[in-house]
């Protein structure tokens, strides 16, 4: 990435706790105007890596610039960085008006500029002439969006968003990323959105960063990661995977030979780096599995065991002898609990990763941690 178009750059950002490790080795460049989201469990360092861009928490080692200025020591007020969190924090006895105009009363912006910014602002997230309620009058996705008013109406180069969808329920918050995404297009200010909801974060985000126990694991475009998890951890997160042990046969780049025990030889593509003779996780999504009569040439047979009807899609788990396989159909054709049936899928639905290591060095930290 070119550095002016560079909004934020991370290098090497460390943050222990003791001797628990929150953030390891972490490095990213966010360009200018990218919607960028951070995903990953509870606990995977998401929310630390956000407090430290906003200045609120210090890396133990590691480096964070801003447009190329170097952001440690800088106070967060100091920083060009604002933040919306999940808790709206207005001021109850403010109006919406003054609430949004908090910051640039602190500025000492002249009174007729503050008025028009606030209008437009509050035009912008959708809630023209409420400037004179107070928070209390207002829902709760009308109050986000005046804490998004509150922190877009200072014009910060970065804007970074804490669950900011959170509290809200499932009917809201959807509609709120779609006005979230109009107005990050709108302002073309960079925004960095931490959430535990992968859904959201792939409607909304140019691009993703996939966090586990610490580690940044994958940084690419929703599609990608999706179609290319860089692990078993990011495959699975990402919504649901089937994985099938296999045995590495011949390499050639990022093109695998492998054996899987019942099915026979497959070639697939997969994750760079991965040894000939080793073993390796063949990842097969659910939606590219197709069901059919047992016996018929197909990848494996098996049973049903479990069928859910959700409108569109028909979901069945499919107990084989290689463990049980979640399949998702279009519903078009029907099979019921128990009946016996083949699966079958494409070989270019496979995707090989590395087998998923049994601990990382940070899960053995956190648990001599709790221990
Ligand atoms: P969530 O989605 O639940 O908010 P997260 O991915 O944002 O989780 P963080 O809040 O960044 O996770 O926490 C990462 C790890 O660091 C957790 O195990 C947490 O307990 C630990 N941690 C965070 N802050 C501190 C602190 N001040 N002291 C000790 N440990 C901390």
Same mark, same amino acid.
């Given at each position: 990435?070119?550095?002016?178009?560079?909004?934020?750059? *991370?290098?090497?950002?460390?943050?222990?706790?003791?001797?628990?490790?929150?953030?390891?080795?972490?490095?990213?460049?966010?360009?200018?105007?990218?919607?960028?989201?951070? &995903?990953g469990?509870?606990?995977?360092?998401?929310t630390?890596? *956000?407090?430290?861009?906003?200045?609120?928490?210090?890396?133990?080692?590691?480096?964070?610039?801003?447009?190329?200025?170097?952001?440690?020591?800088?106070?967060?007020?100091?920083?060009? &960085?604002?933040?919306?969190?999940?808790?709206? @924090?207005?001021?109850?006895?403010?109006?919406?008006?003054?609430?949004?105009?908090?910051?640039?009363?602190?500025?000492?912006?002249?009174?007729?500029?503050?008025?028009? $910014?606030?209008?437009?602002?509050?035009?912008?997230?959708?809630?023209?002439?409420? !400037?004179?309620?107070?928070?209390? !009058?207002?829902?709760?996705?009308?109050?986000?969006?005046?804490?998004?008013?509150? @922190?877009?109406? *200072?014009?910060?180069? +970065?804007?970074?968003?804490?669950?900011?969808?959170?509290?809200?329920?499932?009917?809201?918050? $959807?509609?709120?990323?779609?006005?979230m995404?109009? &107005?990050?297009?709108?302002v073309?200010? #960079?925004?960095?959105?931490?959430?535990?909801?992968?859904?959201?974060?792939?409607?909304?985000?140019?691009?993703?960063? &996939?966090? =586990?126990?610490?580690?940044?694991?994958?940084?690419?475009?929703?599609?990608?990661?999706?179609? $290319?998890?860089?692990?078993?951890?990011?495959?699975?997160?990402?919504? @649901?995977? =089937?994985?099938v042990?296999?045995?590495?046969?011949s +390499?050639?780049?990022?093109?695998?030979?492998?054996?899987?025990?019942?099915?026979?030889?497959?070639?697939?593509?997969?994750?760079?780096?991965?040894?000939?003779g080793?073993?390796?996780?063949?990842?097969?999504?659910?939606?590219l599995?197709?069901?059919?009569?047992?016996? #018929?040439?197909?990848?494996?047979?098996?049973?049903?065991?479990?069928?859910?009807? =959700?409108?569109?899609?028909?979901?069945?788990?499919?107990?084989?002898?290689?463990?049980?396989?979640?399949?998702?159909?279009?519903?078009?054709?029907l099979?019921?609990?128990?009946?016996?049936?083949?699966?079958?899928?494409?070989?270019?639905?496979?995707?090989?990763?590395?087998?998923?290591?049994?601990?990382?060095?940070?899960?053995?930290?956190?648990?001599a941690?709790?221990?």
């Open positions: 990435m070119n550095d002016s178009k560079c909004a934020i750059s *991370l290098r090497e950002v460390n943050r222990t706790f003791d001797d628990f490790v929150a953030v390891r080795d972490l490095s990213l460049n966010i360009a200018d105007g990218e919607f960028f989201s951070l &995903i469990p509870s606990g995977c360092g998401k630390t890596t *956000l407090r430290m861009l906003a200045g609120l928490d210090s890396p133990t080692s590691g480096s964070i610039e801003v447009h190329g200025k170097d952001m440690v020591g800088v106070p967060p007020y100091r920083r060009p &960085i604002n933040t919306v969190f999940q808790n709206y @924090a207005l001021f109850p006895h403010l109006t919406v008006g003054e609430n949004v105009a908090f910051g640039l009363r602190e500025r000492k912006t002249e009174r007729r500029e503050m008025a028009r $910014r606030v209008g437009e602002i509050l035009e912008l997230v959708h809630l023209p002439g409420k !400037e004179k309620r107070r928070p209390r !009058e207002l829902s709760g996705g009308q109050q986000q969006r005046v804490a998004l008013a509150r @922190a877009l109406v *200072l014009k910060p180069e +970065v804007l970074l968003l804490d669950e900011p969808l959170g509290a809200l329920d499932l009917k809201l918050r $959807r509609s709120m990323q779609g006005l995404k109009e &107005i990050q297009r709108e073309g200010i #960079t925004f960095v959105y931490v959430t535990h909801d992968q859904e959201e974060a792939f409607s909304m985000s140019s691009r993703i960063g &996939i966090m =586990n126990r610490g580690i940044l694991e994958q940084v690419d475009t929703p599609q990608a990661v999706y179609r $290319r998890p860089a692990s078993a951890f990011v495959a699975d997160f990402v919504g @649901a995977s =089937n994985h042990t296999v045995e590495v046969l +390499v050639a780049g990022t093109r695998y030979r492998v054996a899987a025990p019942t099915i026979g030889t497959v070639d697939c593509d997969g994750v760079d780096g991965i040894a000939s080793s073993t390796a996780a063949m990842v097969v999504r659910p939606e599995i197709s069901i059919v009569d047992s016996g #018929t040439g197909a990848s494996l047979s098996g049973t049903i065991r479990d069928v859910s009807y =959700n409108g569109p899609t028909v979901d069945y788990l499919v107990e084989t002898g290689l463990g049980t396989f979640a399949i998702k159909t279009d519903g078009q054709r099979a019921s609990i128990d009946s016996s049936v083949g699966i079958t899928w494409p070989a270019s639905a496979c995707w090989l990763v590395p087998m998923p290591s049994e601990l990382s060095a940070n899960e053995t930290s956190e648990e941690t709790s221990a």
